[in-house]
C-alpha cells in the first residue's frame, strides 16, 4: 500500500475518530483492505496457494478459474515430489530456488539456536 497513505492514516488519532464519528467508517475501510484485499494481475501467479489447496474449496475455485476464461473446468490436488517439480525448472532458477531454501533453512537453524540456547 501507498506509505504515504498509510503514513496518514497511521497519524489520525483517536481523538480525531471521537471527534469526526463518521470516520471510523474510512479506518475500518483502510484496514479491511490493507488486510483483506489481495489484487491480482493476470502476468503475475496468485499470491496465495493455500486457498486453492483446500478441497472444501473446488467448487468456488473452479468457478473463480472459469471466470478469467481459461477454459479450465475441475482441477484435482495430486501429491508431487519436489524433485520431479524442480527437475522441469529452467537450470538458473533451479539453482536460485536451492540456494535460498538452503539460506532459509541456515537462517532457520539460527534463529532456532538463539531462541534456544544449549544449557550446558
Known amino acids: ?21 463518521g470516520a471510523v467508517v474510512l479506518r475500518d475501510i483502510y484496514h479491511w483492505m490493507k ?3 489481495d489484487v491480482n494481475y ?13 478441497l472444501k474449496n473446488v467448487e468456488e475455485v473452479c468457478n473463480m478459474i472459469a471466470a478469467f476464461g481459461t477454459g479450465i473446468t475441475n482441477y484435482q490436488l495430486v501429491e ?4 520431479k517439480v524442480i527437475s522441469h525448472f529452467p537450470k538458473e532458477i533451479r539453482e536460485q530456488l536451492i540456494s ?19 544449557k550446558v
Not at 42 to 54: H, K, L, V
Request: charge should be negative.
Open 1 to 21: 500500500m501507498n506509505t504515504s497513505i498509510e503514513f496518514c492514516i497511521k497519524k489520525l488519532s483517536k481523538k480525531f475518530y471521537q471527534r469526526y464519528k
Open 35 to 37: 488486510e483483506n484485499l
Open 42 to 54: 493476470p502476468d503475475r501467479p496468485i499470491s496465495n496457494y493455500s486457498y486453492m489447496a483446500s
Open 80 to 83: 508431487v515430489p519436489p524433485e
Open 100 to 118: 535460498k531454501l538452503e539460506n532459509h533453512i541456515t537462517d532457520s537453524k539460527e534463529e532456532a539456536d538463539d531462541r534456544y540456547p544449549e
